[in-house]
Each structure stands twice: as C-alpha cells, then as structure tokens.
C-alpha cells in the first residue's frame, strides 16, 4: 500500500537514479554510495519493502563471501612469484617483435585470468609490459590497452574469472526454479569463443587502431612536461647552504624540494639525506620556475646550471632515488586523500612530481591535490619504497628499474635469492618460491572440489585462503591486504537494492519495457537489445553494480517473453563483465589508462567496435548452446 500516496516503486527508482548518478559522477566514493543505500533503503522501510536484516543481507551473501575468498586465492598464487617468472620468460621469447609482443600480452593474459582474479593479474603485468615494450622498441600503448582486454575476455571462461560471474550464479539459484547456481566451467565453452574473436581482433583490427601515445624513447621528464619545473643550481662559497645537511636545508624551502646532489662525478638522493652541502656541489631541485628563481635568491645558492635535467639524471648515478610511474589503483588507501595526507614525502621518501589525470597535467600545488583512483604519479622514490608499495597494492608501479650497483655490495649467494639470470644475456627470471606447486595445487583443487559439485563454491573457496595459510603460502595479513573492500562494500550495498527493485514491481516495470520490444523483434533480437543496454550501462558504472540491477530484469523479462530464463541471464551476466568502450567501466582499464597515455576516445575507437562484436558472438552463441 503506498504510503502518503506515493508508491514504493517511484522511491526504488528515484535511490536507483541516485546511485547511478553518484556511480558516474564519483562525488563521493562508490563505496560509500553503496553503504548510503543501506542506509536509505532502511529509513524509506515503509516504500522499500527492505528492513535491517534484508538491507545487510549483502554482506553475508554467498557471492560475496565467494569474491572475498577468490581475492585471497588470487594473492596466494600472486606470491608465488610465478606470473613474474612468467613474464621474463615472455620477454626472452618475443626477441624484439613487436608483433610477437602482442601476441604473448593477450595470448597468456586472457587464459591466467579465467582461474585467477583478473585486477591483480593486470597490476603485476603493467611493469612487465611496459619493459617489453622498451626491449621491443614499441610504444607501450600499443601494449597496454590489450592487456586490459585481454583480461577481461580472460573473466569469461570460468565462473571464478570476475565477481560478475560469481553475482550471476548465485542470481540463478535464486531467480530460476530448479537452478542451483551455474557450474564452474558451464559456460567455459562460449567464453573460449569470445576470448578467440577478441584475440584475433586485438591482433589485427585492434592493432591498427591502437594508438601509440608514449613515444618509444619517451623521457619520463618530457613526458610529463616537467623541463620548467627540475633545475640544476649550483651551491656558492659564501651560500648559506655550506655546512648545512641536506635534510635541514630543504626543510627551510617549502616551495621546492632538493631531489639529488651532485659533486664530484658522485650522487646523494635527497631530500632525507644528512650529508653536508659543500661550496660547488650541483643540487637537482623540483618547483615551480617562479619557487625557484624565489629559491635562488633566498638560499644565495648562484646561478643555474645551463643544462635540463632529464630522467638520466636520476638513473645514471648510483643513489637510493629513481624515478619511476606508478598508477593509484581503485582499491588503494590514497584515494580521496590528499598527497600531503598520504604521507608518501615523510614514511616512504617518495616525492610526487606530477599527476596524470584524464589527460589533464598537475605540476604545481600539489600536496594539496586529492588523488583518484587511476591517477597516474610521476614520482621519485626509492627500490625498497617500490617493494612495499607492491607488497600493500597501494601504488601500481608501472617502471621497474634496476637498482644500480653499490660499492661493496655483496653478490647474492644462489639463483633462489636473486632470480635466476639468462645464460644469453637475456632477462634476469625473477624467483618462485618453493611453496609455488602447493599454492597451485590447492587452487586446482578448489576449481575441482567446485566443478565437481562436492562442495558449494563458497565452501569450497573459503577451505582453499584456509589451506593456504596453514601451508605458509599466504599470511593472514596478506590475505586480509588482498581483498578489494570497496567492492566487497559496493556489493554489500547494490544487492539490498536489487531486492528492492525486485519486490516494489521495478524489476517487473523495466521488464515490461523490454517484452514491449518483442512486439517488433524476433526474440534472438530482444536478447540483443537487452546485451547491448547492459553492455553500455556497464561501461558507466562498475560491472558488479550493473549485474546486480540487469539479471532481475533479463529474467523476468524471459518469463514474460516465454524465453529461456537462463539464456537472458548469460546475457546480462556477459554484457556486464565485457566492458570495453570506456575507462571508467572496468578496472583494469582504469589501470592502463594513465600509464598508455590514453584519450577517453581511444576506449571507444578500440573497444567500441570489440563490444559490438562480441554483443553479436555472445548472443548467436547463447542461442546456440542454450536456445531461447
């Protein structure tokens, strides 16, 4: 009964549109939408139809715990070093081939995605593309881009390849009589299918419209336009620099930052160092042209040396300091937080020099500037900074560079401590570590337990992150680290509003408008329709969220329509998890769009005719296998 005369229905659909425009817009995190939603679906109780318990019922869904338990699985794998390994062997193999590249990029992205969480694959292989396309001579966009797909079609082989696919069984158990879930490689063959069309498109159609933004030789200062803000200035006899060290001295300079100091042929990364300065020594300083020449003036520090700085200034002395590229990723605890509050300057020596954004270049005010996820820093740092921004996840660094040799310092005692060098002077392969074949074996065994229907996938997940700890594959910490908990709390928050939409008639009402096309379509063409619009939403907001709101829905739709529910499901379930046309859709294609140096039209002019391609391979081949 409508309360005050409005009915139950308008206010699901005025809290949907709500959560879509704060999806799209991201004026507060989509996290944080989706606990709002919580709590609006419970004040609204009398129009939702949703009480406490219904509206916290997301956190303690099967999904949602299966995804939970995937992310640890992942890590355990990730630590192994394995995907590492196998990266170095891919770059000894493609021998200077551009070509060659693509094809090893896509050809072992996709496949390592069906059985491993998909963000995490992407984060590791980010550095090692990129230095395969340095040894390749290519431009790393022309790399990048795949990857990002290639991982995503990888999400489509198996029910663990990506949350979608875990949300979409559990929809079935609940929505379809006599279904209890899908099986783990139920739709595997499909997925083999549209991995193929869109490998063979990314290697011919997509390579050509792939554009090379990052030119091969890129130097990472010209890159980021940064000429007018490093400088070289050369310390006088009489500066009231002499005698002072490092540290003290930049203290007193808000406005810049001295990066490196140079004297006699030698180098000291600063600004942490306590070494004093001397008359003639060369300090490498970072601001803006007018902090500077302000900086000149007050510290009496002479004249600039006439020579840019250049990204081999940083790498061609043997210092802690390096430059390096890192993405912020969606689930990192930087996100909405401000440079200066992420304290990267003060606990990891870590200097943000530039920020990348959408296209857009921020060189000046930056301690104030509040990161967003994809946001890609230029940032000088240090090789054990790098390390623990790898190990927490919180920064994807896209450069791997070499530390340079030290005096003195000791050769490393075996090949299991250093990784194993080339006997060709090919790439040094990275360690595995001993416990690798027990951490594969309990993920083929969770894979197999749950294909096998002896246990439910959650059950079956949850004993594999427990095997992984007791065996020392994988810490608690580490296990706890690995999960994405902004998409654990998305999914937490989406699925109460699924049940809202689906018991105030909504579901029922948007259905109606999709059997309205069944009037003038046959029904293999409302399946499209319906692959296209869930494909489209998808690239707007997250893929969870749009699965979560499309599958009541396409199922309901199908019972209307007198259709196969299950195959307007697969539809809904693949349209969301296939979502190519924009970087804010998936993740991963966040995670490259910083790092390819991409434009937004680069994901419509690659991904839109790779979409419209697999919308009609899913759809024939749906039909095909399931029939309508």
């Known amino acids: 009964m409508p309360l005050f005369g409005i009915p139950g229905v308008a206010v699901v659909f005025a809290l949907v549109v709500l959560a879509l425009v704060a999806f799209v817009t991201e004026v507060v995190p989509s996290d944080v939408t989706a606990i709002g939603i919580i709590a609006a679906l419970v004040i609204l109780e009398p ?20 995804i939970i338990a995937m992310y640890m699985l992942s890590a355990g794998i990730q630590e192994t070093g394995l995907i590492k390994r196998l990266g170095a062997v891919l770059a000894d193999l493609v021998d200077g081939s551009e070509y060659r590249a693509l094809v090893a990029t896509v050809g072992t992205t996709g496949p390592i995605a069906g059985v491993i969480n998909n963000t995490p694959v992407v984060a590791i292989f980010i550095p090692m593309i990129t230095d395969l396309a340095e040894r390749t001579n290519t431009s790393p966009s022309k790399l990048l881009l795949p990857l990002s797909y290639a991982a995503i079609l990888g999400g489509t082989l198996t029910l663990i390849g990506t949350s979608t696919n875990i949300l979409a069984s559990d929809f079935a158990r609940l929505l379809i009589d006599g279904r209890d879930g899908i099986g783990m490689f139920e739709f595997t063959g499909l997925g083999v299918v549209l991995l193929l069309v869109g490998t063979a498109y990314l290697l011919t159609v997509g390579r050509w419209l792939t554009p090379a933004r990052i030119p091969v030789d890129a130097d990472r200062v010209a890159e980021f336009d940064l ?3 490093l ?3 050369r310390v006088k006899a009489d500066s009231a620099a002499v005698g002072a060290s490092l540290n003290a001295f930049d203290a007193g300079y808000p406005e810049i930052r001295v990066l490196q100091l140079r004297r006699d042929g030698n180098a000291q990364a600063g600004p942490h160092a306590r070494t004093p300065i001397e008359a003639g020594d060369v300090l490498v300083v970072h601001g803006s042209l007018q902090a500077v020449n302000r900086f000149r003036e007050d510290a009496d520090v002479s004249h600039l040396v006439r020579e840019p700085v250049t990204e081999d200034t940083f790498e061609s002395s043997a210092t802690d300091g ?13 996100v909405d937080e401000t440079v200066a509050e992420t304290g990267l300057e003060e606990y990891h020596r870590t200097t943000v020099l530039a920020v990348r954004r959408a296209g857009e270049l921020r060189r000046t005010e930056l301690s104030e500037l509040t990161l967003q996820a994809g946001d890609l820093l230029l940032v000088r740092t240090t090789p054990a900074s790098i390390g623990y921004f790898a190990d927490t996840g919180d920064l994807v660094v896209v450069d791997e560079p070499s530390e ?73 910490a580490d296990a706890y680290d690995a999960v994405s908990w902004n998409i654990v709390f998305l999914l937490a928050g989406v699925i109460p509003l699924g049940l809202a939409l689906d018991s105030t008639g909504g579901a029922a009402l948007l259905a109606e408008l999709l059997v309205a096309t069944g009037d003038v379509l046959p029904l293999v063409a409302v399946m499209f329709v319906l692959y296209v619009a869930v494909g489209l939403l ?24 007198g259709a196969n529910e299950f195959s307007f499901l697969l539809a809904a379930m693949f349209a969301s998890a296939t979502s190519f046309v924009t970087p804010v859709g998936y993740q991963t294609n966040l995670m490259v769009y910083g790092p390819g140096g991409y434009e937004f039209a680069d994901f419509v002019r690659v991904g839109g005719p790779l979409q419209l391609l697999l919308s009609v391979v899913a759809t024939v081949g749906i039909v095909t296998i399931w029939g309508l």
């Open 47 to 66: 129009w939702t139809g949703v009480g406490p318990r219904a509206a916290i019922s997301g956190f303690a869904n099967p999904a949602t715990v299966t």
């Open 227 to 229: 000429s007018d803000h």
């Open 231 to 233: 400088a070289f200035v």
């Open 322 to 334: 390096t430059l390096a590229r890192a993405v912020v990723p969606d689930h990192s605890r930087y």
């Open 404 to 476: 340079p040799p030290r005096d003195g310092e000791r050769e490393a005692d075996s090949d299991d401590e250093r990784g194993v060098a080339s006997d060709d002077g090919g790439t040094a392969r990275p360690p595995v570590a001993p416990n690798a074949p027990i951490a594969v074996g309990i993920l083929l065994g969770v894979v197999a337990v749950a294909a096998l229907d002896l246990l439910p996938i959650v059950i079956a997940a949850l004993g594999g992150v427990v095997a992984m700890v007791l065996t020392g594959c994988l810490t608690t």
């Open 538 to 561: 998808a690239s707007v907001i997250t893929p969870v969220a749009t699965v979560v709101l499309a599958i009541p829905v396409a199922v309901d739709a199908a019972a209307r329509l």
